[in-house]
Nanobody, 119 residues
């Protein structure tokens, strides 16, 4: 059974860097042909695709977030990480990780983690 689990701080101060980790079980982030993806949903808004890291290690980041976003992985731990710098209250959202066998198609999701940016 494939499972994804997000972890990270629930509260971050403005201007700090947010780090979130998605730990994957039941599927290898290296050998499974997929894009391991970060998506968020601000309160009252729709889902926003943030970026992904492919099984190959190639990364893809939304142009609107590119200047302050990085996605990496630790293959020994089978997890991938989102780094979002210079956060503002507009970054308050539920953050999800998901597996995408193809871009835009998601077959497994984490449960989501609430992140609030506030001083």
């Amino acid at each position: 059974q494939v499972r994804l689990q997000e972890s990270g701080p629930g509260l971050v101060k403005p201007s700090q860097t947010l780090f979130l980790t998605c730990t994957v079980s039941g599927s290898s982030i290296v050998t499974t042909y997929s894009y391991w993806t970060w998506i968020r949903q601000p309160p009252g808004k729709g889902l926003e695709w943030m970026g992904a890291i492919a099984y190959s290690g190639n990364t893809y980041v939304s142009p609107s977030l590119k200047s302050r976003t990085s996605i990496s992985r630790d293959t020994s731990k089978n997890h991938f990480t989102l780094e979002l710098g210079s956060v503002t209250p507009e970054d308050t959202a539920v953050y999800y990780c998901a597996r995408a066998p193809q871009f835009g198609i998601y077959d497994y999701w984490g449960q989501g983690t609430q992140v609030t940016v506030s001083s």
